[in-house]
T-cell receptor, first 111, second 111 residues
């Protein structure tokens, strides 16, 4: 089993729709979690950290379920500019040397 | 955006030649990282640095060396390039226990 798993997609959604991605991780001791977005042929950019209580940033909501060992990202009212690959990142022990990166979920928002 | 630049942006080189990639930051961050990104793999850590002249190996360090003689510069050297080192290379920086911020990448092709 991979340490971090994501549904690769692609997810194709119409503009204005909501879409949710899940990411599962295998190490129950993992301490911190992040979502990055990566546009085609560009660098990953931090979208948001994921906190135990869940957190929201505008149209984006991230949640952590430690019992089931997954994190989720919900995008509401999707925009064309949300089209990208979303990378799930898990920090195994709080040290950035131990980041485990998922392969990403591809999202295409269609007009 | 974090002040981090990579050079060159693209490079084509022949098998067996040495190659050096440069990462330069203006954020005065202590931690710097070199990753590679390949299809079918999440981002993989090659080497990282936790201060001037302080470096350590990551997950895929074979065939690579690094140097950090100044806070702002982190160099990645492929001692004798091989075709398996054809990849996209990303440099990243961070403060202690803070998320990574990436440079815009170097596309390296080894023929």
């Amino acid at each position: 089993r991979k340490e971090v798993e994501q549904d690769p997609g692609p997810f194709n959604v119409p503009e204005g729709a909501s879409v949710a991605f899940n990411c599962t991780y295998s190490n129950s001791a993992s301490q911190s979690f992040f979502w990055y977005r990566q546009d085609c042929r560009k660098e990953p950019k931090l979208l948001m950290s994921v906190y135990s209580s869940g957190n929201e940033d505008g149209r984006f909501t991230a949640q952590l379920n430690r019992a089931s060992q997954y994190i989720s990202l919900l995008i509401r009212d999707s925009k064309l500019s949300d089209s990208a690959t979303y990378l799930c990142v898990v920090n195994k022990d709080g040290n950035n040397r131990k980041l485990i990166w998922g392969l990403g979920t591809s999202l295409a928002v269609n007009p | 955006d974090a002040g981090i630049t990579q050079s060159p942006r693209h490079k084509v080189t022949e098998t067996g030649t040495p190659v050096t990639l440069r990462c330069h930051q203006t954020e005065n961050h202590r931690y710097m990282y070199w990753y590679r990104q390949d299809p079918g793999h999440g981002l993989r850590l090659i080497h990282y640095s936790y201060g001037v002249k302080d470096t350590d190996k990551g997950e895929v360090s074979d065939g690579y060396s690094v140097s950090r003689s100044k806070t702002e510069d982190f160099l990645l050297t492929l001692e004798s390039a091989t075709s398996s080192q054809t990849s996209v290379y990303f440099c990243a920086i961070s403060g202690q226990n803070s998320p990574l911020h990436f440079g815009n990448g170097t596309r390296l092709t080894v023929t």
